[in-house]
């Protein structure tokens, strides 16, 4: 099973978010993510000061099998993007959820994130894909 | 196995082959001093058994249609009939100018226009343009069009495109090209667009939709006729992607269904080369509102006579894709192929496309590989997936393609689309016989069998070709697209 955080919210479309004390949210894609999507080979990330709605396409992972786009899980402006994942986007693959961070974004509302998913739900969602 | 080396490695310099130069084209003839070479062209400089060898073993090395069964699933490798080649090469075609004026070009316009014809009837579309010179153009014109038809009537707002989650990679990529927000849809649990979600995204801002029917998920979009009529009430337009037209040649119409548009990879559907380049024709058909917008030129026929429609014609033309008649020999073999299957023959090849995907489907899932859609039938495509070999025995799809280049089978396409967890989309197309399907079925039960006795084995494959195991993750980060003078040999594999 993925390894998947108690201290993180999940989005359904496999991305990870955390509230920090500076109020924003960082983001990420998930362990599960990583390991379906397999090697990374390219990160975009987001513009900066660009300005999302929650679910909007903002940048895009790209691995051997495919390119994949990354959903803004709350609404906000995009603050800080990581930019090692430029020239290492292995980062994502081997630590997703610390070095593999992707984005941070000040939310519009900080309880946007309690609209997300707790580990345990995004487990259970994982779980019942896995049976299809 | 041995690497040869590059052609440039075996030059030496001064070795030379003869050739005759044209004796009636003087060399330089006419072209200004300022023009010509100074020394030299840098070529290779080897003899002529050389070259022969080469190119020779270079050839030997080529996966291909006519040397191996290649199910690359939504990409249609079907056989070129040799005649189509001998016919497109006779000497009017291949030595006509493309300056050479109508009245000399009669010919070949006659054929370009039975094509234009066969075509709009066999896809049930008001007109069409051959000119793009690649499916990806010929999306581009697609697209284009739909972009010119509601600016020409001042409808600016629309400004999103809506697109499938199963569509083909180009679709979202060519809205974008055309200016376009890319808005995804996505599919229930039985291979059809999601009609709920289609209802909430039409709106005001809505363009058009671009789908593939059959889906890139291999089956038929069974409420087409109800989602064509949701988005002209909209006020959109709708885009047919024909990369999955050989499943119902001459069996259904996509302007029967409602479609604005559409292309058509003549290198698919209508057996022109395919792969390596192509060249490709990504010919375009259009209903009659998208008319006055078609690339030129458009071949038109006034009395017994030919003539090009250009912008004088079609003054609303999203223009010209091509500095002439796009890729014309391309485009002639595959009138001649139209020409050679006719109406009935174009039938025969849905038929049996389908039934050649549906025994392949049939076959597999006997042997114990998963289908993914088990209660829909196949089109000329379908899905397995590897996920319970991936997890019980650590063999995942691309190991699975990986060696069935060892059996000697072109992989299908893996990892696409990007719905099904460890897929292969197959698509054996109607050019294949059986002997061919239970071979490749065999191929796919040793395999699993190499599996379960050694999960490592497929890691490593293929074993038997020139070049083993690729490092994708290095290949897609150091590209190395290029070879100057002095670069260094490539290293032997390991």
């Known amino acids: 099973m993925s390894n998947l955080p108690g201290d993180l919210k999940y989005a359904a479309t496999h991305e990870w978010a955390r509230l920090d004390d500076d109020g924003l949210v960082t983001v990420g894609i998930t362990d599960h993510a990583q390991e379906a999507l397999g090697d990374l080979v390219f990160v975009e990330t987001p513009e900066l000061d660009s300005q999302v709605q929650a679910g909007e396409g903002c940048a895009v992972v790209e691995s051997v099998k495919a390119a994949s786009d990354i959903y803004a899980p709350v609404a906000g402006v995009i603050v800080d993007s990581n930019s090692r994942l430029q020239d290492e986007p292995e980062l994502v693959n081997s630590d997703p959820y610390g070095d593999g961070w992707i984005m941070r974004i000040r939310p519009e509302e900080e309880d946007d994130i309690e609209r997300l998913m707790t580990a345990d739900d995004y487990e259970q969602m994982l779980a019942e894909e896995d049976e299809d | ?494």
Request: hydrophobic letters at 40%; proline letters at 7%.
């Open chain 2, 1 to 494: 196995m041995r690497n040869d080396p590059l052609i440039f490695e075996q030059g030496r310099p001064g070795r030379r082959a003869a050739a005759q130069a044209p004796g009636d084209f003087p060399v330089g003839a006419g072209i200004p001093d300022r023009f010509l070479r100074a020394g030299p062209a840098r070529l290779p400089e080897v003899s002529e058994l050389q070259v022969v060898r080469h190119y020779t073993r270079l050839s030997q090395k080529n996966f291909s249609i006519d040397t191996q069964f290649y199910p690359l699933g939504s990409c249609t490798m079907k056989y070129n009939p040799r005649g189509c080649n001998r016919l497109a090469m006779l000497p009017g075609f291949l030595d006509r100018h493309p300056w050479a004026p109508d009245s000399v070009s009669q010919g070949v316009m006659s054929c370009l226009h039975d094509l234009q014809e066969m075509l709009a009837e066999v896809t049930g579309m008001a007109g069409v343009s051959l000119t793009p010179m690649a499916g990806a153009q010929g999306e581009f014109a697609g697209v284009a069009m739909i972009r010119a038809y509601h600016l020409a009537r001042g409808d600016e707002a629309r400004n999103e495109i809506l697109v499938p989650d199963a569509a083909h990679g180009t679709n979202p990529a060519t809205a974008v090209m055309c200016g376009y927000k890319v808005r995804e849809i996505p599919t229930d649990r039985d291979g059809d667009v999601d009609l709920e979600a289609l209802k909430q995204a039409l709106g005001p801002q809505t363009a058009g939709i671009m789908l593939t029917n059959p889906s890139t998920l291999g089956v038929f979009e069974r409420r087409i006729t109800e989602m064509a009529e949701l988005v002209h009430k909209a006020g959109g337009l709708l885009y047919y992607d024909g990369a999955n037209l050989n499943a119902i040649l001459g069996k259904a119409r996509p302007g029967d269904m409602g479609f604005d548009v559409i292309h058509m990879n003549l290198h698919k559907t209508f057996s022109t080369p395919h792969g390596g380049g192509g060249p490709g024709s990504g010919a375009i058909g259009v209903s009659k509102r998208l008319l006055p917008h078609m690339p030129v030129p458009v071949v038109a026929r006034e009395g017994e006579a030919y003539r090009w429609l250009t912008e004088r014609d079609l003054p609303q033309t999203i223009g010209r894709l091509s500095a002439f008649m796009g890729n014309t020999g391309v485009v002639l073999r595959a009138y001649v192929y139209a020409r050679m299957l006719g109406r009935e023959g174009m039938g025969r090849v849905a038929d049996f496309a389908t039934l050649n995907a549906n025994y392949l489907m049939c076959r597999l899932r006997a042997e114990g590989f998963q289908v993914w859609f088990p209660q829909r039938r196949a089109s000329h495509e379908f899905i397995i997936s590897l996920k319970q070999e991936a997890k019980e025995l650590g063999a995942t799809a691309m190991d699975f393609a990986k060696r069935l280049l060892d059996y000697g089978y072109h992989a299908p396409t893996a990892y696409f689309p990007l719905l099904v967890p460890e897929c292969l989309l197959i698509e054996p197309t109607e050019t294949e016989t059986r002997e061919e399907l239970d071979g490749f079925v065999e191929a796919m039960v040793c395999i699993r069998d190499e599996a379960r006795r050694d999960p490592d084995y497929l890691k490593q494959a293929p074993y038997t070709l020139p070049v083993r195991r690729l490092d994708e993750v290095r290949a897609a980060k150091e590209l190395d697209l290029k070879w100057l003078p002095g670069t260094p040999a490539l290293k032997e594999q390991e």
